[in-house]
Structure formats: structure tokens, C-alpha cells
């Protein structure tokens, strides 16, 4: 199946500084990549729909002030997490979707810990 | 809205023992029904899936089949093994769109 990529799987990072995480499409073109937070024990939370090239989508209580989205190319979005706080941290989850088919796969994961 | 259902957790059974995780749906249309596996300190991986009314999706030993009637997408192994230990997680997409809604997640731990 399709695989996709996200960098990096940890980081942990001081309260106040800003966050990049990348999702990437390895072996096919995403039109549509979605962004998920899991907290501990709990379901995935979908916080925005990124279509490439043009603005995210967010999920109703979700800050797109603090979480920023960029989808500049079929095969990237990175969500970056601003002035990152201690509430902030959670496992973030993206996936993209097939553009001829729809089917979705998930990325591996990436932790984020704010200190 | 859409809303997904399911056991909560954790479900401790030993090895070869028999596992029902109960998921039931809340969608309008005909939404396509999703299994998803996430092993320890992994993302996401799309399990089994049914797109329409009775269809029963089944892979590594899991089934489950689209209950129209009774909204139930219920995931069933005959026989688990330590490995099957993970959450599942239950999904709905709806026919019009291609967003998940996901369950609570069903923590399963198997014991030798």
C-alpha cells in the first residue's frame, strides 16, 4: 500500500518556542491530507483538512492562529505548532488521501512534549 | 451527526481466546465502515473495511459485517494471539466525503 511519512517521530521542545512537523506522501500524490491529535488513551480528534494549495480547514476549537498548516506540494503539509505549551502536548497524527481513489493511510505518529 | 461507538477498554484475554470488540454507528446516507489496528508507538494501520450493507470485511483473522439494521460493525478474532495486542479503533466515512469519525478506541491486551 501507500506509504506515508512523518518527521520527526519525537520531539520534545521548551514552552514558548515553535514546532514543525511534516507529513509526507512517499510514493503518491496527496490532494488531501488530514491532521489528527490523540490524546493519551483517548480517540483520534481531527483538527484540519489541508488541500494543496490552498488554506487549511479547521475543525471547530481548533486555533488556526496555533496550529498553522501548509500544504505546498502533492506530496508535503507540515503543521506547525506555535508558542507551544505543556497542554499542547499530544500525539499528532496525519493522513492523506489517494486523489483517484479517496482511500486513506495514516502516517506513523509524532510525539510532541512540551516542557 | 456522525458519531462512532465502541467497548470501552481494556479487554485482557489470553492467547487462542475468542475477542468481540462491539462498535455501533450513528451516520446519515450509507457511510463506509473502517477497522483500524495501532500497535504500541505506531500510527494508524487500516485493518478490515465494509462499504455498503452486509458486506463482511475480514483480514488476519478478523471479520466484521456492515449491519445496516442494527448500526453494528462488531470485530470479531476467533482465536488471538500476543501479537493482536493493540487499540482498534472504529471508523465511519460517510458516503459524500471522505472524513473519519472515529470511535473511542478498544485497548486489547493478550497474555501468553
Given at each position: 500500500g501507500a506509504v506515508v511519512s512523518q518527521h520527526p517521530s519525537w520531539v520534545i521542545c521548551k514552552s514558548g518556542t515553535s514546532v514543525?512537523?511534516?507529513?509526507?506522501?512517499?510514493d503518491f500524490q496527496a490532494t488531501t491530507m488530514f491532521w489528527y491529535r490523540q490524546f493519551p488513551k483517548q480517540s483520534?480528534?481531527?483538527?484540519?483538512?489541508s488541500n494543496e494549495g490552498s488554506k487549511a480547514t479547521y475543525?471547530?476549537?481548533?486555533?488556526?492562529?496555533?496550529?498553522?498548516?501548509?500544504?505546498?506540494?502533492?506530496?508535503l503539509s507540515t503543521l506547525t505548532v506555535t508558542s507551544a505549551h505543556p497542554?499542547?502536548?499530544?500525539?499528532?497524527?496525519?493522513?492523506?488521501?489517494?486523489?483517484?481513489?479517496?482511500?486513506?493511510?495514516?502516517?506513523?505518529?509524532?510525539r510532541l512534549t512540551v516542557l | 451527526g456522525n458519531s462512532?461507538?465502541?467497548?470501552?477498554?481494556?479487554?485482557?484475554?489470553?492467547?487462542?481466546?475468542?475477542?468481540t470488540?462491539?462498535?455501533?454507528?450513528t451516520a446519515t446516507?450509507?457511510?463506509s465502515l473502517f477497522w483500524y489496528v495501532q500497535y504500541p508507538g505506531e500510527g494508524l494501520q487500516l485493518l478490515l473495511k465494509a462499504t455498503k450493507a452486509d458486506d463482511k470485511g475480514s483480514n488476519k483473522g478478523f471479520e466484521a459485517t456492515y449491519r445496516k439494521e442494527t448500526t453494528s460493525f462488531h470485530l470479531e478474532k476467533g482465536s488471538v494471539q500476543v501479537s493482536d495486542s493493540a487499540v482498534y479503533f472504529c471508523a465511519l466515512i460517510r458516503a459524500a466525503g471522505n472524513k473519519l469519525t472515529f470511535g473511542g478506541g478498544t485497548r486489547v491486551l493478550v497474555k501468553p
Open positions: 514543525k512537523i511534516e507529513c509526507r506522501s512517499l483520534l480528534m481531527l483538527m484540519a483538512t475543525e471547530q476549537g481548533v486555533e488556526k492562529d496555533k496550529f498553522l498548516i501548509n500544504h505546498a506540494s502533492l506530496t497542554e499542547d502536548s499530544s500525539f499528532y497524527i496525519c493522513s492523506a488521501s489517494v486523489t483517484n481513489t479517496g482511500e486513506l493511510f495514516f502516517g506513523e505518529g509524532s | 462512532v461507538t465502541q467497548m470501552e477498554g481494556p479487554v485482557t484475554l489470553s492467547e487462542e481466546a475468542f475477542l470488540i462491539n462498535c455501533t454507528y446516507g450509507y457511510p
